[in-house]
């Protein structure tokens, strides 16, 4: 059963192909400022804050719930300014470049046996393809503001998510030689109805037997998002705001969403791949109720890695730009082939 | 099958009218992002012949990787904004000469291979398109000596820049 089946069986009349791709895309389209808005608002505002001994914002709505709406609104009113040399297209098609690139990520993450927009065999390689995408973005933005900070971090955002480009997609390996399969849907099953040792009582969440894989996927992710530790390419103290500094309004809103979109999205990855996805080990994987439980069980484990993910934010300074480099090529790097090499000693072994 | 064709006849249009302006655009930048398109092309039209993995592979290479270290290399060299830089045409005719080569090499190819076959629209059946764990059995099978020459091939051009780029580094 599709989704597309499931759909028209709840409508009770049927959907053309064409109607069930514009209603998906609509869906992913409202799901990632949601993203952004939950996790800039409990992580960014909230968490972040209270780990500093403050309250963070208390006057929008109920304990500052409504502030990054209110911020939104205020971005939306902003005069939409492009510097005097810019290269005016290229200014202007670049954040929407980060975004399409956080937005096609969506289309792959499955939240139910039947809740994924497509399910595609080439699944966690797709994933990384297209997120790799927002590079040639921030490429964009920092030619095209004609400003050398917006150069520089331009320029620093490269190469740092390049040498980070292989240790996550090295990372991934591990978990896609154990399960067999690229696809993030049987990788979910795959763990669901794994055992550990003939023991299936919690299935085989891969995190157990692939913690490394987690550890440098996390580390990889961060240097993808361009987060602290990692945030040399817009390092307010050293280069202003690196490829954001002559955005305003809108467009800088828009790089705002795709930054804490993709978190969503990678923290979405990760808890599929590593602890298990939309599924429980109990239950029929295939009932329908999972469709609707199962975005939900996916949240929480989404919330979960966020909440790793803003916490390395908050804690570590800002390393320097050898540093990165060495962290990234002498060491992340041979230990993911490592990793690699005693998973598949193990798969053919056990 | 008539949507896979219109769907071919606009990503086709669109290769076309980027790749000239790939060459007649006069801002280097400008080229390289159309090259971006023409690039994510021809992923398009790999995906529209089932060819998922191909497709995907040319997104994260192409535009991920090699793109990306063009735009790097355009603005670590070309970062002087007020200027505008007019291409020399110097090397005018060795280069008009090597593209007609490459392109009667090309055409030469194509219709010694595929002159007067018909391609059947429909899959003959019980075949389906292949599965990205198809391919990778193919290719550590049947191909495994051409894959493994290909392999060292990289690695002796990947260990030749980085000795280039020392002895320069060293004076």
New interface residues.
């Given amino acids: 059963m599709t989704a597309a089946t499931v759909m028209s069986g709840l409508l009770a009349v049927e959907v053309p192909y064409w109607a069930t791709a514009i209603i998906k895309m609509g869906v992913i389209a409202l799901v990632i400022p949601t993203a952004a808005l939950v996790l800039g608002y409990v992580f960014l505002m909230k968490i972040m804050s209270f780990m500093q001994s403050r309250l963070g914002p208390m006057e929008a709505g109920p304990y500052g719930s409504l502030q990054l709406l209110a911020d939104g609104l205020k971005f939306l009113q902003k005069e939409d300014i492009f510097p005097e040399?810019a290269?005016r297209t290229?200014f202007a098609l670049a954040p929407l470049v980060v975004l399409v690139s956080t937005f096609l990520i969506y289309v792959v993450i499955p939240t139910g046996p039947d809740a994924v927009v497509a399910q595609?065999?080439?699944g966690i390689?797709?994933a990384?393809?297209?997120s790799?995408?927002s590079?040639?973005g921030i490429?964009?933005a920092?030619?095209a503001s004609?400003n050398?900070y917006a150069?520089i971090g331009?320029?620093r955002a490269?190469?740092q998510?390049?040498a980070y480009?292989l240790p996550l997609v090295l990372a991934v390996m591990g978990v896609v030689i154990q399960a067999g399969?690229?696809d993030l849907q049987k990788i979910v099953t795959a763990q669901a109805t794994g055992e550990i040792f003939g023991w299936g009582g919690i299935g085989n969440p891969y995190i157990l037997t692939q913690f490394v894989g987690f550890f440098i996927f996390l580390v990889a992710v961060q240097a993808e998002l361009t987060q602290p530790p990692f945030d040399m390419p817009v390092a307010e103290s050293e280069i202003v705001g690196g490829y954001q500094v002559e955005y305003t309004g809108f467009r800088f809103l828009f790089f705002f969403m795709g930054e804490f979109g993709t978190a969503f999205a990678f923290a979405a990855l990760a808890a599929v791949m590593f602890l298990g996805g939309w599924a429980l080990p109990w239950g029929d994987l295939e009932h329908w109720a999972f469709n609707i439980v199962g975005p939900v069980i996916l949240l929480v484990k989404v919330m979960a890695v966020a909440a790793l993910i803003f916490w390395f934010r908050f804690t570590y300074p800002r390393l320097r730009e050898d540093q990165l480099q060495r962290l990234a090529w002498k060491f992340l790097i041979p230990l993911s082939l490592l990793n690699i090499v005693v998973t598949g000693v193990f798969k053919v072994i056990l | 099958m008539i949507a896979e064709h219109v769907a071919f006849g606009i990503i086709a249009a669109v290769m076309v009218a980027s790749a000239l302006r790939v060459v007649t655009t006069r801002d280097i930048m400008h080229a390289a992002l159309y090259l971006v398109i023409v690039l994510a092309g021809v992923a398009a039209l790999f995906l529209l012949v089932g060819a998922e993995f191909t497709g995907i592979t040319q997104v994260l290479i192409y535009i991920g990787a090699v793109i990306v270290l063009f735009l790097f290399g355009i603005m670590l060299t070309r970062s002087d904004f007020d200027q505008d830089t007019e291409p020399d045409h110097k090397r005018k005719f060795p280069a008009v000469l090597t593209a007609l080569l490459l392109l009667a090499v090309m055409i030469g190819a194509l219709v010694d291979r595929f002159e007067g076959i018909k391609l059947d629209a429909n899959l003959p059946d019980g075949l389906t398109p292949q599965t990205t764990a198809q391919v990778s059995d193919e290719l550590f099978s049947q191909y495994i000596v051409p894959f493994e020459a290909v392999s060292v091939l990289l690695l002796a051009a990947l260990i030749g820049a980085i000795v280039i780029a020392r002895r320069e580094e060293g004076g």
Wanted: charged fraction near 15%.
């Fill in positions: 040399k290269d290229v595609l065999d080439v390689f797709y990384l393809a297209v790799s995408l590079v040639v490429l964009m920092g030619w004609a050398k150069l331009g320029l490269a190469g998510l390049i480009e399969t690229l």
